[in-house]
């Protein structure tokens, strides 16, 4: 036993006196008989320690000379003493039929001459001044005000600047969180102080703790609350201090934008005066129509349709210079009356607003071609000092307009066709295409409008009957008229869609030897390249693409795909941000951003990016990520009820079927996971027969075949995409989970070494829950630390 227990110790805020027989509390003095003194002071020098019951008999009583039952009542006297609880012990453990452990270290007096208890009737010494603050809850009044205080600080600095608040209301907060603290401090220290004395409690030792943290909370909030109101106050008097916004001139502001070239104009949508629906289609097809003939302008770079129509009409100058980076930009307005048109039509500078041309036109509907030829050569020729002195006058462009009304059911398919991609707006869209071929059979333009609608419904309806149907329209725009640019572009996308990928790419080269400046046909190319396994030549024709069309989003964000597909996913996210920065309104870039983000390991900047997408615009594929976000973070039941709403909205698209089953398998709702797999598979089986060639279905069908237990046509379809996906780590990493199903871990470590050599994130493959089986294998855990920093 240590003989300096014998002096005294203490026991938290109780004083144990052996020599006395006494323990001291805040209620008074308890005096034990000397047996009890023994078995406490045996626990004391074993403190966390079991001390079983024959040691305190043979200790206390002597060998053979106490009795469980003497033994048992002197640890009662001994929690009587120290008031503790043997369901709820603070002091003294009991473990059945084994013996006691104190729980408690003790501290001997000799230590800490002043007690700590204080107005004890044993004529106990005064606190000192660490022990006052401490039984005060100073200590722990000022600790608690510190974490409170620093996370309303991070709050402020983190949602008070996405909620667009006041620069001054981040500051506000830091001055009254720091002004309150030695507020909190003095509310703590004189909050028990009555009677002229410190009276710290008068209660058992754990309604003790309790009081001490209820007095921490109010000194807290008091404290904040009364620092706010004065700060409050005191900014409206004198005011708190304001950091000075940076003298930056446009040149530094628009440094990491792209360069705005002479030879750069864009198109703006025209102004419908009168509203009706029929001024509005001459309007869109003037616009169109203008653009179209412009880019093919030797020389001159003329921004897209897409890009130039996401700016509202009579937009401010600053705006498209901004946004489109152009030198020069077209806008106007369509007015009409009866069988009268009016057009007037602007050529402005972007960088001054300045006119350069202006010129109304009162003509007879019949004449709207006219119009639109007079406007094309009037604005290329006031800008032959941007270009090169042999350009081609665009009168001598071939021409093949149809009949007025045939065009203008025409251009309904178009603007049909470009609506949000559903059943509804393609039915409206081949209706108005149908009735322009009424009036003119012959019409090449609405042929290939046709096949470019049913290329995009097929993937909505999961019906081939499309396919055929798109098929025997470009075939007949391609018989009328081979030389249309737009006739090629639709066979293009027709041949990407079912595999024939030499094809397409003939066909888009054909449409840009037409018209070098699409940006359609550029993206067209470029993904089918993606899709042949030629990266250099993809990369290549997007940035064209962007080079020709430097506001376009629909370019930047198709390079992005291009480099995600690669496994280069910080500069996808790289080419989405730009997507987003030209764009903020734009749902597929804030979705991509989302994406690109979750496999470079940013899960916080993705859910920031997906909540952004679907705060604009709900769409399956934002939800999917989101989903697939849950997912990897353990969060199952949000994965869950996210996968459901995307498949809800697009319920014939197999990879959201797929992985709504991964999420409910790995929940351990294996049941609702079969049907998931079950439907994913018929409809991934249904658009392979479409497009047997597409690697990407190949190796979604491997994955939900070996979920569904099919082994053997799992590696069929992971070895029928390889030769298409050499470079690509999502074949890599298919491979290794299917391997892994089937039993074959060694096999699946090599292809997921494949699988991040490529490019795919070790983060995400660390958070595979596939995969937990792994996190104990060495060689695992050495792929997901390779090529970390040190």
Same mark, same amino acid.
């Given at each position: 036993?240590?003989?300096?227990?014998?002096?005294?110790?203490?026991?938290?805020?109780?004083?144990?006196?052996?020599?006395?027989?006494?323990?001291?509390?805040?209620?008074?003095?308890?005096?034990?008989?000397?047996?009890?003194?023994?078995?406490?002071?045996?626990?004391?020098?074993?403190?966390?320690?079991?001390?079983?019951?024959?040691?305190?008999?043979?200790?206390?009583?002597?060998?053979?000379?106490?009795?469980?039952?003497?033994?048992?009542?002197?640890?009662?006297?001994?929690?009587?003493?120290?008031?503790?609880?043997?369901?709820?012990?603070?002091?003294?453990?009991?473990?059945?039929?084994?013996?006691?452990?104190?729980?408690?270290?003790?501290?001997?007096?000799?230590?800490?001459?002043?007690?700590?208890?204080?107005?004890?009737?044993?004529?106990?010494?005064?606190?000192?001044?660490?022990?006052?603050?401490?039984?005060?809850?100073?200590?722990?009044?000022?600790?608690?005000?510190?974490?409170?205080?620093?996370?309303?600080?991070?709050?402020?600095?983190?949602?008070?600047?996405?909620?667009?608040?006041?620069?001054?209301?981040?500051?506000?907060?830091?001055?009254?969180?720091?002004?309150?603290?030695?507020?909190?401090?003095?509310?703590?220290?004189?909050?028990?102080?009555?009677?002229?004395?410190?009276?710290?409690?008068?209660?058992?030792?754990?309604?003790?703790?309790?009081?001490?943290?209820?007095?921490?909370?109010?000194?807290?909030?008091?404290?904040?609350?009364?620092?706010?109101?004065?700060?409050?106050?005191?900014?409206?008097?004198?005011?708190?201090?304001?950091?000075?916004?940076?003298?930056?001139?446009?040149?530094?502001?628009?440094?990491?934008?792209?360069?705005?070239?002479?030879?750069?104009?864009?198109?703006?949508?025209?102004?419908?005066?009168?509203?009706?629906?029929?001024?509005?289609?001459?309007?869109?097809?003037?616009?169109?129509?203008?653009?179209?003939?412009?880019?093919?302008?030797?020389?001159?770079?003329?921004?897209?349709?897409?890009?130039?129509?996401?700016?509202?009409?009579?937009?401010?100058?600053?705006?498209?210079?901004?946004?489109?980076?152009?030198?020069?930009?077209?806008?106007?307005?369509?007015?009409?009356?009866?069988?009268?048109?009016?057009?007037?039509?602007?050529?402005?500078?972007?960088?001054?607003?300045?006119?350069?041309?202006?010129?109304?036109?009162?003509?007879?509907?019949?004449?709207?071609?006219?119009?639109?030829?007079?406007?094309?050569?009037?604005?290329?020729?006031?800008?032959?000092?941007?270009?090169?002195?042999?350009?081609?006058?665009?009168?001598?462009?071939?021409?093949?307009?149809?009949?007025?009304?045939?065009?203008?059911?025409?251009?309904?398919?178009?603007?049909?066709?470009?609506?949000?991609?559903?059943?509804?707006?393609?039915?409206?869209?081949?209706?108005?295409?149908?009735?322009?071929?009424?009036?003119?059979?012959?019409?090449?333009?609405?042929?290939?409008?046709?096949?470019?609608?049913?290329?995009?419904?097929?993937?909505?309806?999961?019906?081939?009957?499309?396919?055929?149907?798109?098929?025997?329209?470009?075939?007949?725009?391609?018989?009328?008229?081979?030389?249309?640019?737009?006739?090629?572009?639709?066979?293009?996308?027709?041949?990407?869609?079912?595999?024939?990928?030499?094809?397409?790419?003939?066909?888009?080269?054909?449409?840009?030897?037409?018209?070098?400046?699409?940006?359609?046909?550029?993206?067209?190319?470029?993904?089918?390249?993606?899709?042949?396994?030629?990266?250099?030549?993809?990369?290549?024709?997007?940035?064209?693409?962007?080079?020709?069309?430097?506001?376009?989003?629909?370019?930047?964000?198709?390079?992005?795909?291009?480099?995600?597909?690669?496994?280069?996913?910080?500069?996808?996210?790289?080419?989405?941000?730009?997507?987003?920065?030209?764009?903020?309104?734009?749902?597929?870039?804030?979705?991509?951003? *989302?994406?690109? =983000?979750?496999?470079? &390991?940013?899960?916080? /900047? $993705?859910?920031? +990016?997906?909540?952004? @997408?679907? !705060?604009?615009?709900?769409?399956?594929?934002?939800?999917?990520?989101?989903?697939?976000?849950?997912?990897?973070?353990?969060?199952?039941?949000?994965?869950?009820?996210?996968?459901?709403?995307?498949?809800?909205?697009?319920?014939?698209?197999?990879?959201?079927?797929?992985?709504?089953?991964?999420?409910?398998?790995?929940?351990?709702?294996?049941?609702?996971?079969?049907?998931?797999?079950?439907?994913?598979?018929?409809?991934?089986?249904?658009?392979?027969?479409?497009?047997?060639?597409?690697?990407?279905?190949?190796?979604?069908?491997?994955?939900?075949?070996?979920?569904?237990?099919?082994?053997?046509?799992?590696?069929?379809?992971?070895?029928?995409?390889?030769?298409?996906?050499?470079?690509?780590?999502?074949?890599?990493?298919?491979? *290794?989970?299917? =391997?892994?199903?089937? &039993?074959?871990?060694? /096999? $699946?470590?090599? +292809?997921?070494?494949? @699988?991040? !050599?490529?490019?795919?994130?070790?983060?995400?493959?660390?958070?595979?829950?596939?995969?937990?089986?792994?996190?104990?294998?060495?060689?695992?855990?050495?792929?997901?630390?390779?090529?970390?920093?040190?």
């Amino acid at each position: 036993m240590n003989a300096d227990l014998l002096q005294g110790f203490y026991l938290g805020d109780l004083l144990v006196e052996p020599p006395k027989g006494r323990i001291t509390s805040r209620e008074g003095a308890v005096h034990l008989p000397p047996t009890a003194i023994e078995v406490l002071l045996c626990l004391a020098s074993r403190p966390g320690e079991l001390v079983t019951r024959h040691t305190l008999l043979e200790e206390a009583w002597g060998s053979n000379r106490g009795s469980p039952e003497a033994l048992s009542h002197a640890i009662g006297e001994i929690r009587h003493a120290l008031n503790d609880h043997r369901d709820d012990p603070e002091f003294i453990q009991t473990l059945p039929k084994r013996g006691y452990r104190l729980l408690v270290t003790p501290v001997l007096a000799g230590a800490d001459t002043s007690t700590i208890v204080i107005g004890a009737q044993s004529g106990a010494t005064d606190l000192g001044l660490f022990e006052n603050l401490k039984q005060r809850g100073v200590l722990e009044t000022g600790l608690a005000y510190l974490i409170v205080g620093w996370l309303l600080i991070q709050i402020a600095d983190i949602v008070f600047e996405q909620l667009l608040l006041p620069r001054w209301t981040g500051t506000f907060v830091t001055v009254f969180v720091i002004a309150g603290f030695p507020l909190a401090i003095l509310l703590s220290w004189f909050l028990d102080f009555r009677d002229g004395r410190a009276v710290v409690h008068e209660l058992s030792p754990a309604d003790a703790r309790k009081r001490r943290f209820g007095r921490t909370y109010i000194s807290v909030l008091t404290a904040l609350g009364v620092a706010a109101v004065a700060v409050f106050f005191y900014d409206r008097s004198i005011g708190l201090p304001e950091v000075e916004a940076p003298d930056l001139n446009a040149e530094t502001i628009h440094s990491a934008l792209p360069p705005v070239l002479d030879n750069s104009i864009a198109v703006l949508p025209f102004f419908n005066i009168d509203g009706s629906d029929d001024t509005q289609v001459f309007a869109n097809g003037l616009a169109d129509d203008v653009i179209t003939r412009l880019s093919r302008v030797p020389g001159l770079l003329v921004s897209s349709r897409g890009d130039a129509f996401t700016l509202s009409p009579n937009s401010t100058s600053q705006q498209v210079r901004d946004r489109l980076r152009v030198a020069l930009y077209v806008e106007g307005s369509v007015q009409s009356a009866g069988d009268e048109l009016r057009v007037i039509v602007q050529l402005i500078d972007s960088a001054t607003g300045f006119h350069i041309l202006s010129r109304s036109f009162d003509r007879p509907r019949e004449d709207f071609f006219d119009v639109r030829d007079e406007i094309t050569e009037l604005t290329v020729a006031n800008l032959r000092v941007a270009l090169p002195p042999d350009i081609q006058a665009i009168s001598k462009l071939s021409s093949n307009d149809p009949s007025l009304d045939a065009y203008v059911l025409y251009r309904r398919g178009v603007d049909a066709s470009r609506q949000p991609q559903n059943i509804e707006a393609i039915t409206t869209a081949l209706e108005w295409f149908a009735a322009a071929l009424q009036i003119d059979s012959d019409y090449a333009a609405a042929h290939a409008g046709k096949c470019s609608v049913y290329v995009m419904a097929y993937p909505i309806s999961d019906d081939p009957t499309f396919i055929s149907n798109a098929e025997a329209s470009c075939s007949r725009a391609l018989e009328l008229n081979p030389n249309l640019d737009v006739v090629h572009t639709a066979l293009g996308d027709l041949y990407q869609s079912t595999g024939r990928y030499s094809d397409a790419e003939s066909a888009y080269k054909e449409a840009l030897r037409t018209n070098p400046s699409s940006s359609t046909s550029l993206i067209g190319l470029g993904m089918t390249y993606m899709r042949q396994q030629k990266p250099a030549e993809a990369e290549v024709t997007l940035s064209q693409a962007i080079g020709l069309h430097p506001g376009d989003w629909s370019a930047y964000n198709t390079l992005g795909g291009f480099l995600y597909r690669s496994g280069r996913y910080a500069e996808a996210a790289t080419q989405f941000e730009h997507v987003v920065a030209l764009d903020w309104s734009n749902v597929i870039g804030h979705s991509n951003l *989302g994406a690109a =983000r979750m496999l470079a &390991g940013d899960f916080a /900047a $993705a859910a920031v +990016a997906m909540q952004d @997408a679907i !705060e604009i615009e709900p769409r399956p594929n934002t939800y999917s990520n989101l989903g697939l976000m849950y997912y990897y973070l353990g969060q199952l039941d949000e994965a869950v009820a996210s996968h459901r709403k995307a498949v809800e909205l697009a319920p014939n698209d197999h990879l959201k079927h797929s992985n709504l089953g991964d999420a409910l398998w790995i929940a351990g709702r294996h049941d609702a996971a079969k049907l998931a797999f079950e439907e994913a598979e018929r409809l991934a089986i249904d658009a392979l027969d479409v497009n047997p060639n597409d690697q990407n279905f190949q190796m979604d069908l491997a994955w939900i075949s070996a979920m569904l237990g099919k082994d053997n046509d799992a590696r069929a379809l992971i070895e029928r995409a390889r030769p298409q996906s050499l470079d690509d780590p999502y074949l890599y990493y298919i491979d *290794g989970l299917v =391997r892994l199903r089937s &039993g074959n871990t060694g /096999a $699946a470590l090599a +292809a997921f070494e494949t @699988a991040v !050599e490529k490019g795919y994130s070790r983060t995400l493959l660390a958070a595979e829950p596939h995969l937990k089986e792994l996190h104990q294998n060495p060689q695992f855990n050495r792929l997901l630390v390779r090529g970390e920093a040190p």
